[in-house]
């Protein structure tokens, strides 16, 4: 089974910063990797596939990079709609997520 | 747009089965994989099983002994069953769309939290 880590678990940070996070797969999935936006009692958002691919109505802010087995998701200038838990997925399998907070 | 709406039983005992109905609107049915997914109260996402509009199903090994999902394409709509649930599986349960030949989910719906307990 592919496993996806994702670092770091929580992020602090303040409104415009330029944020990234990680997501490792465990082997090569190519480009197959989506990244999902969670606010608290919502579900979650889907942001960007296929590694880089910017989901219809989601802010140019949010950039997807990466292949084979490591992936970023960047936030150019944080938002305070921003502040949420941020997912990677593929095929079966999610991260354990990464909590960004404001500082 | 697609949206998904779903619904089901909120508060079980152990042992009983959980049962969730996801009916989908807008969008087509056929071409798609239909999906269910939890999440545990401050945990993350778990992926249980889907099902395409002819039947096709796949399941997550760890729950596939207790899974059942099916599809009723004349309602649009399709249901999970989970039975002999524990505690462990209070969560928050979501319907999902996965576009064929996709590996990501676009489309949610509300979620439902079921709560298992005596």
């Known amino acids: 089974d592919i496993q996806m880590t994702q670092s770091p678990s929580t992020l602090s940070a303040s409104v415009g910063d330029r944020v990234t996070i990680t997501c490792r797969a465990s082997?090569?999935?190519?480009?197959?990797l989506a990244w999902y936006q969670q606010i608290p009692g919502k579900a979650p958002k889907l942001l960007i596939y296929?590694?880089?691919t910017l989901q219809s109505g989601v802010p140019s802010r949010f950039s997807g990079s990466g292949s084979g087995t490591e992936f970023n998701l960047t936030i150019s200038s944080l938002q305070r709609d921003d502040f949420a838990t941020y997912y990677c997925?593929?095929?079966?399998?999610f991260g354990q997520g990464t909590k960004l907070e404001i500082k | 747009q697609v949206q998904l709406q779903q619904w089901g039983a909120g508060l079980l005992k152990p042992s009983e089965t959980l049962a969730l109905t996801c009916a989908v609107y807008?969008?087509?049915?056929?071409?798609?994989?239909w999906s269910w997914i939890r999440q545990p109260p401050g945990k993350g996402l778990e992926w249980i099983g889907e099902?395409?509009?002819?039947?096709?199903?796949n399941y997550n090994a760890s729950l596939r002994s207790r899974v059942i999902i099916s599809v009723d394409t004349s309602k649009n709509q399709f249901s999970l069953r989970l039975s002999s649930v524990t505690a462990a599986d209070t969560a928050v349960y979501y319907c999902?769309?996965?576009?064929?030949?996709?590996?990501?989910?676009?489309?949610w719906g509300q979620g439902t939290l079921v709560t298992v307990s005596s």
């Open positions: 082997q090569s999935i190519n480009n197959w």
């Open positions: 099902i395409n509009h002819g039947g096709s199903t």
């Open positions: 296929q590694a880089s």
């Open positions: 999902a769309r996965r576009v064929a030949a996709a590996y990501n989910f676009d489309s």
């Open positions: 997925q593929h095929w079966d399998t």
């Open positions: 807008g969008g087509s049915f056929s071409g798609n994989y």
